[in-house]
């Protein structure tokens, strides 16, 4: 049986419309042919169950679909086509959020509009706009993924003894739990308004933890270093344990020599003073003074060579004048401190240098080889030797003896008799 070329035409486009209808059947199920306003949503996933199409809401009524979503970087981006007419009634302060229709059902795109906000009060959604990020609601599947390793670690066997236990231990005592919840319950009324102090403190503690870290290496040297000093004690124990009795042993002489001789310290102190200040004024003079001696010591050597005294002992010749009451010592030379001719004195044996001119109380040549020797001087006030109530003692002691008036005794009797006179002791019987 052939067929004509008719035929065989018609059923071409037969299949041809048959195809075609399919296909517009399909279009009409996928909403080829419809128009949508475009905007975009960002996620931080879109989780399961979240199918092509799915139904983009606005307080429960349809506004819209799903039209495709792409990864990023940072999570899910959505495209949302909002129906024509629609997308003037969103305001552009909406934001979004996944929600599934049932506990296992799929989910569909929910916009939430704020409170108080509606398009008229806030701009409108635009085509092009992207909605505020979004976090998508807890999976059902990702809760019972993460319970399934915490049950087999905690056995539910296990568990259930353990919860029958706390029953067991909690019957009967329901009105004792109840006041420790009622007193839980008091201080934590106490300790609420405390929070704020603790929640300071735990920021302080945190500063001071920082500044505790920062100086933990030293501290940690620091006690290094004394283990070792203390190691070093240990291994010396000895030897420190004598340290201490000597000078334990020193103390208690020490105490008992200032016991002994505190108050001798004390008046030492008191009458070195005065020598000090003099030893101060003239302390220029010490190094000419120290140079003089030692340039003397040859010339000293030489004369005591052999542990003899080898001297050339000239005579005067002519009896040199007495002492009288116009050289009555004085010490009244107040020039201060100088070497005259230290450290290097000159004359010799053949020309002897003669005596600075002193204001010590001789005016005149004496006549002993120099232009001037004065007998002795004393400093008055200085201490009882050599002063004036000293004098006063002496003439009245001398005036008997010489059968004249104390005023009279003559100045050179108070120098010949006073050393003799400081040393005796009289004792009254």
Request: aromatic share 6%; with cysteine.
């Amino acid at each position: 049986m052939r067929f004509s070329i008719p035929h065989k035409a018609l059923g071409i486009v037969f299949l041809c419309l048959l195809l075609l209808g399919v296909w517009l059947t399909y279009a009409v199920f996928t909403k080829k042919f419809s128009d949508y306003d475009e905007v975009k949503l960002q996620t931080s996933k879109i989780g399961l169950q979240l199918p092509a199409r799915a139904d983009v809401k606005v307080r429960g009524v349809i506004v819209g679909e799903v039209l495709e979503f792409d990864a990023t970087n940072e999570g899910a981006e959505l495209t949302l086509g909002i129906y024509p007419g629609e997308i003037d009634n969103i305001p552009s302060d909406v934001t979004g959020s996944i929600i599934p229709k049932t506990l296992f059902g799929e989910k569909y795109v929910a916009l939430e509009i704020p409170e108080g906000s509606t398009a008229s009060s806030a701009s409108a959604l635009a085509v092009g706009d992207t909605v505020r990020r979004t976090e998508v609601s807890i999976e059902v599947e990702e809760v019972l993924s993460d319970l399934y390793p915490l049950l087999r670690t905690v056995q539910p066997a296990e568990l259930n003894m353990t919860l029958n236990a706390i029953a067991t231990a909690l019957e009967g005592n329901g009105e004792e739990l109840g006041q420790n919840l009622e007193t839980l319950d008091s201080y934590l009324k106490r300790l609420n308004p405390q929070i704020p102090l603790i929640i300071d403190d735990l920021r302080l503690t945190a500063q001071v933890s920082d500044t505790y870290a920062d100086v933990l290496p030293e501290i940690a040297e620091i006690l290094r270093n004394t283990i070792t000093t203390t190691g070093t004690f240990e291994d010396q124990d000895d030897k420190v344990r004598a340290l201490y009795e000597d000078v334990a042993a020193f103390s208690d002489t020490s105490r008992e020599f200032l016991d002994a001789n505190g108050d001798n310290l004390i008046r030492l102190g008191e009458l070195g003073a005065q020598q000090l200040r003099v030893f101060a004024k003239y302390a220029p003079e010490y190094p000419c003074l120290l140079k003089g001696i030692v340039n003397a010591a040859p010339r000293q050597a030489e004369a005591f060579r052999g542990f003899t005294l080898h001297i050339i002992l000239e005579t005067i010749p002519n009896q040199p004048r007495g002492y009288g009451p116009q050289d009555a010592p004085r010490y009244g030379d107040d020039r201060g401190p100088n070497c005259v001719n230290l450290p290097n004195p000159p004359g010799g044996q053949a020309n002897p240098a003669n005596q600075p001119d002193f204001n010590d109380g001789v005016d005149e040549p004496t006549g002993k080889g120099t232009s001037r020797v004065a007998p002795t001087y004393y400093k008055a006030g200085t201490g009882y030797a050599g002063s004036p109530a000293e004098a006063d003692l002496i003439k009245a002691l001398l005036a008997p003896a010489l059968g004249v008036s104390g005023e009279d005794v003559p100045d050179l009797g108070i120098l010949l008799v006073g050393p003799m006179a400081r040393g005796a002791e009289v004792s009254l019987r």
